[in-house]
């Protein structure tokens, strides 16, 4: 499944939509010196900028505290030219990350990790949701892969993918399945899966023949190793699927593209273009 070719096609209408909206403001916030995070960070603002997105780029050192983060987001949170908020994650041990997203103004919550975007995706009302699974459902839907009835399994249980991933399958009538560092039978799990799901951060963490054939596979895992940027499935894998998302150009591009697509939709909510529950803008 070619991330890279959808993902080029999102961004071309997105641009038209902000010509349509005028200037949409995205900031970000990074807080210490993690390579892989300041990576991260150009990309997201290379692919807004490229958008038509004004990118903020708001950059703290890593002995910021808790308080002074808290009070940048509510500095953003005011700022009538921002439209959407991104706190780049991991942050330093330091910092309770679940109290910064509660800090963040749930209609400008790019990343869709506010407990109110959270709770209106549980309830399958979905406001703003996090970019990686939104990515993958589209990539799902362009690939006309069958959701409805399908087993899907989901190997991980993270806020931002494994989690948020479970509930859009669910959503649209798959059987859920989600596994992680406890499940005792990875691979009889794994096998019987029409959709495979995998974000675990480990290489190679599904092997071949832990995938059932003719199924699915979406590889969310980015790991740098001595062989160069590798998924968390084994591409021999790809033998054996009838569709496996490659790394690099899989997930990644479709991330950066639906976080895009998530600042547009918050300023189409600010704009009162659509409307946000319970919240006035």
């Given at each position: 499944?070619?991330?890279?070719?959808?993902?080029?096609?999102?961004?071309?209408?997105?641009?038209?939509?902000?010509?349509?909206?005028?200037e949409i403001g995205l900031a970000t916030i990074l807080v210490g010196e993690d390579p892989a995070s300041q990576i991260y960070i150009r990309l997201k603002h290379e692919a807004a900028e490229a958008a038509g997105i004004r990118?903020?780029?708001?950059?703290?050192?890593?002995?910021?505290?808790?308080?002074?983060?808290?009070a940048l987001v509510e500095e953003l949170n005011d700022d009538d030219s921002i439209d959407g908020i991104l706190v780049q994650t991991p942050l330093p041990s330091h910092i309770e990350?679940?109290?910064?997203?509660?800090?963040?103004?749930?209609?400008?919550?790019?990343?869709?990790?506010?407990?109110?975007?959270?709770?209106?995706?549980?309830?399958?009302?979905?406001?703003?949701?996090?970019?990686?699974?939104?990515?993958?459902?589209?990539l799902l839907a362009e690939y006309r892969v069958p959701?409805?009835?399908?087993?899907?399994?989901?190997?991980?249980?993270?806020?931002?993918?494994g989690r948020p991933m479970a509930l859009l399958l669910l959503h649209e009538n798959?059987?859920?399945?989600?596994?992680?560092?406890?499940?005792?039978?990875?691979?009889?799990?794994?096998?019987?899966?029409?959709?495979l799901v995998?974000?675990?951060?480990?290489?190679?963490?599904?092997?071949?023949?832990?995938?059932?054939a003719g199924s699915t596979v979406?590889?969310?895992?980015?790991?740098?190793?001595?062989?160069?940027?590798?998924?968390?499935?084994?591409?021999?894998?790809?033998?054996r699927a009838a569709y496996l998302t490659p790394v690099p150009g899989g997930v990644g591009p479709m991330t950066i593209a639906m976080l895009l697509s998530n600042a547009v939709r918050a300023a189409r909510f600010r704009r009162r273009l659509l409307a946000f529950p319970g919240h006035s803008v």
């Open positions: 499944m070619d991330g890279a070719a959808l993902a080029a096609r999102i961004r071309a209408d997105l641009r038209d939509e902000v010509v349509e909206l005028g990118a903020v780029d708001r950059r703290l050192p890593e002995q910021t505290s808790q308080e002074e983060l808290e990350e679940a109290s910064v997203m509660r800090a963040i103004d749930p209609v400008k919550d790019v990343d869709g990790l506010h407990p109110f975007n959270a709770g209106q995706l549980y309830f399958g009302s979905t406001t703003l949701a996090p970019a990686t699974p939104l990515g993958i459902m589209r959701v409805a009835g399908a087993h899907a399994v989901v190997v991980g249980r993270s806020l931002i993918v798959a059987t859920v399945t989600i596994c992680h560092s406890r499940t005792r039978d990875l691979a009889a799990e794994t096998l019987a899966a029409d959709i995998v974000a675990v951060g480990q290489a190679a963490v599904i092997a071949p023949n832990m995938v059932k979406v590889d969310v895992g980015m790991n740098r190793t001595e062989a160069g940027l590798v998924g968390d499935v084994d591409p021999g894998a790809g033998d």
